[in-house]
């Protein structure tokens, strides 16, 4: 067990290192230099600008400046906004992020979870019919679509919400809303099937032999096996939801990181750009770090041997 | 009675004695499976008349997709313009027919060249196996937990928004799913005897890969490529949206419905008509998909 969350937790670092040098080295690739696309500049202040952001040194000396600022947690300066951080516009607007990302997911896991296994349970009868169309409506429209469909109907025809904007509770349900239908629709359809294989095994026929009753066969036996698959798509959907925050926030104009990480592609802010990425790939690399320890905890099943061929 | 009669051998040449029965191959038999399936077979025929429309749809529409009329903007669906016009005065219908042959070529392409990749990447991991596959998935499995879409992002800045890039983009980045599936099939598939005789048969490692594993894996690599398909379709709405996507006055569906999306207060009509033909799109292939994995599935296969 030791070894093997000391080799995952080598492997993540290493994964961390090549995405920041891949990153870093296409950021460069880019022709011109992020200054380029500006109005004209006389070559000597272009020269000053350039000494400012070390844009004039050696890559590898840049590479390993960056590195070096890197483990301060230092991002370094937006190129955009003059004398903003790229550490500061994550402080400030992540919170927000996070919030709206944590109603969501609980969102995706409170509503899918049960329908899942509300289907399962009533297998090809009208509930699993209704159910296994939404989920798979949910999984086929794209969010925007459906975000500007939730403005259309709650905010403009029936005026029950706020259409944009960040503030109290009522300003979060449109937007989770539309953020979280991909995911529920996907944990339903998972919870659906994996419930349904586990339904058909042994134990759950000895537990009704036992006489048990329904719902602590549910429970007990049944549910807590058939989430096994869902923990595995934490990652995944923390992923899905922190890109899909991107364009769900550009649409309500919410204060968040994921409309900073899209106005600075439209700014082409290259460090804002990059400072990002990097720090969600961190996120995200974390987060299936701790999902893949956790994972053997919940599965007595499932044995971690640190020389796993495959 | 019993009689001598009833015993005796036939002749070689008595036809109606010889009980036959026609032989299914794994396609036809595929193919009687998922006729069963109605869903998929609504799936199937949706998306050949969605290929249909792509390929045909603009030879026949009497205008080009770039032709404004601004005397002509933002008007209602009507019988002149059956889907209504944008802002620029451009027929919304005759845009989401060219929209159609932009889209769906993004997620066939892409998907096309996943498959090119997954399949070598995969098929090598899995013939040469050992220290060779432990190294090559190990990698796989590392990429596998970093968030592709940022990656994506980032190449599109780099590489500057555009249709060719776009396929290099979603092509390079989502084939780690089929080299997964195709080395778990090679690995399980090699060890079959028809592997053994074509190699005692001195058949080489790339013959055997290529005359027998691939054609052999064939049903898993289609289940996923209709399903790559449509999730191509849906990253270039993604980056459409975020200004990334095809050049103007090009237009995918995903650059169409993001046009929509700024002007849905005035003409909620100019998003739905753009939104429907993608989401009927991810629908047919999902269905398709769906159905033809109960259909090509070896271990459902009856």
Known sequence: ?310 | MVNRQLFEPLLASDQAAVQTRPITTYGQDAWRRLKEHKLAMVGFYTVVVIMLIAVIGPWISHASYSDQNLMLANQAPSGEHWFGTDNLGRDLFIRVLYGARISLSIGIVASLINLTLGVIYGGIAGLLGGRVDRIMMGIVDVLYGIPMLLYVILLMVVLQPGLTNIFIALGIAYWLGMARIVRGQILSLKEQEYVLAARTLGASNWQILYRHLIPNSMGPIIITMTLAIPEAIFTEAFLSFIGLGVAAPMASWGVLSSEGVTSLRSYPFQLFFPAMAISITMLAFIFLGDGLRDALDPRTRR
């Open chain 1, 1 to 310: 067990m030791l070894r093997y969350t000391l080799k995952r937790f080598v492997s993540s670092v290493v994964v961390l290192l090549a995405i920041i040098t891949i990153t870093f080295l296409l950021m460069h690739a880019i022709p011109g230099g992020p200054f380029s696309s500006e109005k004209k500049i006389s070559p000597a202040i272009m020269k000053n600008i350039e000494q400012h952001y070390h844009l004039n040194d050696p890559l590898w000396q840049q590479y390993i400046d960056y590195l070096a600022n890197l483990s301060r947690f230092d991002l370094g300066p937006s190129f955009k906004y003059e004398g903003r951080r790229v550490n500061d516009m994550i402080r400030e607007s992540f919170p927000v992020s996070l919030e709206l990302g944590m109603v969501s997911i609980s969102l995706a896991i409170l509503i899918g979870i049960p329908a899942g296994a509300l289907a399962a349970l009533r297998q090809n009868k009208w509930q699993d019919y209704i159910i296994m169309l939404l989920s798979t409506i949910g999984v086929s429209v794209p969010s925007f679509v459906l975000a500007t469909l939730l403005i259309y109907v709650f905010a403009l025809k029936l005026s029950l919400l706020p259409a944009a904007m960040w503030g109290d509770v009522e300003f979060v349900i449109l937007p989770a809303l539309a953020l979280a239908s991909h995911p529920t629709a996907f944990i339903a359809r998972l919870t659906r099937s994996s419930m349904l294989e586990v339904l058909a095994q042994d134990y759950i026929k000895t537990a009704r032999g036992k006489g048990l009753s329904q719902i602590v066969i549910l429970y007990r036996h049944a549910l807590s096996n058939a989430l096994i698959p869902v923990v595995t798509y934490i990652g995944p959907m923390a992923a899905g939801i922190l890109t899909g925050s991107f364009i769900i926030e550009t649409i309500f104009a919410i204060p968040g990181l994921g409309r900073h990480f899209v106005t600075s592609i439209y700014n082409r802010d290259y460090t804002v750009i990059l400072g990002v990425t990097v720090f969600y790939s961190l996120l995200i690399i974390s987060l299936n770090l701790v999902v893949d320890l956790i994972y053997p905890q919940l599965d007595p099943r499932i044995k971690l041997t640190s020389k796993e061929g495959g």
